[in-house]
Nanobody, 125 residues
Framework: QLRLVESGGGLVKAGDSLRLSCSAS????????MAWFRQAPGMEREFLAG????????VYGASVKGRFTASRDSAKMTIYLQMDSLKPEDTAVYYC??????????????????WGQGTQVTVSS
């Protein structure tokens, strides 16, 4: 399992932007499929964006497609989630996650074996 640490959450107003970061401790970072999820109170964990280790373009959940952009920097062992045009309904705890090496699963949380501690994002109206 990887140790994942998220940062960058906070309180913003509707329409603002935030960038989340997730740093990993892994020699083989480039061989892990990585993803972002979020969970609001009383709701199930929601897939936001995933990046397979094989280098394909990121895949996005329907609720954030066109507003959020995921990226990874293998040299820094870090993934990012750029969030633009934030809405109050984006308020949640945001998590990064990693599969086992060479994992190909993407949208289901069951594919991920490592999770960060989460970072709170609150969007006021």
């Amino acid at each position: 399992q990887l140790r994942l640490v998220e940062s960058g959450g906070g309180l913003v107003k509707a329409g603002d932007s935030l960038r989340l970061s997730c740093s990993a401790s892994a020699v083989m970072f480039s061989k892990y499929t990585m993803a972002w999820f979020r969970q609001a109170p009383g709701m199930e964990r929601e897939f936001l964006a995933g990046m397979r280790w094989s280098g394909e373009a990121p895949v996005y959940g329907a609720s954030v497609k066109g507003r959020f952009t995921a990226s990874r920097d293998s040299a820094k062992m870090t993934i990012y989630l750029q969030m633009d045009s934030l809405k109050p309904e984006d308020t949640a705890v945001y998590y990064c996650a990693a599969t086992n090496p060479y994992g190909m699963g993407l949208e289901s949380a069951q594919w991920y074996s490592s999770w960060g501690q989460g970072t709170q994002v609150t969007v006021s109206s």
